[in-house]
């Protein structure tokens, strides 16, 4: 929503950015207004509606950025309109909003806001359809720049280690990892150092089940604690998957459950998550027709995005889904179009397994 609100002696300082609006929390950004430089205008991006709005007031508010020379107010715009992008799913146009924003943060001499959206291109990175070598080594690069500021440092080096972990080098990532949980533990516990996405992710990709669960168990409990709900609900699923694995369908219903739950209805990752999962213990269970909706709607949610992992893995529940209702043939077929993915990422582990199903594999 955009809203005006009174004067303001200084309007581009003093006012934060929320850097972590993917996990359901709103973030402001401010601009001089009108004839009256010292007026602003707070957009506030917490749904779809807000997001809508920024887009179509940006050019606007971008010129009046320009003509007030505050290159503070345009990273903050750049910056929050990338966070639109991701919001949505669209990782690449999110980056690439980010590097603006990183620009114009570089000309004010914000280098906290610089650090932010530089730290934010590597999660886009990480998760969108740049190939992994790549991912790596423009991580590398940025990682080189974040040094200073050892909170968005440590936060930085965990979209990497995922990116090692796809390309099967996990004692780089876990090493990366590491790092990052050292840095974070003398930080002190805050709702970032709880979530443990990313030590899941690698975990599953290196097919440590029992080392996911715990590692996502310990984040869930901590973000019980703080009375955190939207990263709940993401973590529940990734820990209801890591249980799967694990054959203990019937604890991982549970969690399921609250991740149904927790999750906004704009939160494309939780819904992805639940959906494929959920799918999967139906399928285990004989219930046929709804894990096929199911996993279809989790395809489904997974193409509005360039996620390009996320949607391959959505694909091989679907596939999983399809052998078990005795179509191998279509099983195979949405199979193949996972590994075209999982392949033009360099998900070399996932391609690996996608390829033992093809051949009959579970």
């Not at 596939?319 to 179509?327: F, I, P, Q, Y």
């Amino acid at each position: 929503m955009i809203q005006d609100y009174a004067p303001s002696p200084n309007p581009s300082t003093g006012i934060e950015l929320n850097t972590r609006p993917m996990f359901g929390k709103p973030f402001t950004v401010w601009r001089p207004v009108g004839k009256t430089p010292a007026a602003t205008v707070q957009v506030q991006v917490d749904s779809a509606t807000a997001g809508e709005a920024l887009g179509t007031d940006f050019a606007g508010l971008s010129a009046a950025f320009g003509v007030a020379g505050d290159e503070i107010g345009l990273a903050r715009l750049w910056r929050a309109r990338g966070f639109v992008h991701w919001l949505a799913g669209r990782s690449a146009d999110a980056a690439a909003d980010w590097m603006r924003g990183a620009e114009h943060a570089e000309l004010a001499a914000d280098a906290h806001g610089r650090a932010d959206a530089l730290s934010w291109i590597v999660c886009a990175l990480a998760l969108g359809p740049t190939p992994v070598a790549e991912a790596i080594e423009r991580c590398d690069q940025i990682l080189e720049q974040l040094a200073f500021e050892r909170h968005v440092a440590a936060l930085g080096m965990r979209p990497p280690a995922h990116l090692h972990a796809m390309a099967g080098s996990f004692d780089v990532a876990r090493l990366l990892l590491d790092c990052s949980n050292a840095m974070l533990a003398e930080l002190g516990v805050s709702m970032h150092s709880a979530v443990a996405h990313y030590d899941g992710f690698v975990a599953l990709l290196a097919g440590d089940a029992a080392g996911a669960e715990a590692v996502l168990r310990t984040g869930y409990e901590q973000l019980e604690a703080m009375g955190e709900r939207a990263l709940l609900a993401t973590t529940a699923g990734l820990l209801a998957r890591a249980l799967i694995e694990q054959g203990r369908d019937g604890d991982a219903w549970a969690y399921l459950d609250i991740a149904d739950r927790t999750a906004a209805s704009d939160d494309l990752s939780a819904h992805m998550v639940s959906r494929t999962q959920r799918a999967r213990l139906l399928a285990r269970r004989g219930a046929m027709s709804e894990a096929r909706n199911l996993s279809d709607e989790a395809v489904e949610l997974a193409g509005r995005t360039d996620w390009v992992v996320d949607h391959a893995d959505t694909l091989i529940a679907r596939a999983e889904v399809l052998r078990a209702t005795g179509d191998a043939s279509a099983a195979d077929t949405v199979a193949g179009e996972a590994l075209v993915l999982y392949e033009s990422k360099g998900v070399v582990v996932s391609a690996r397994r996608t390829r033992a199903f093809l051949n009959g594999g579970g």
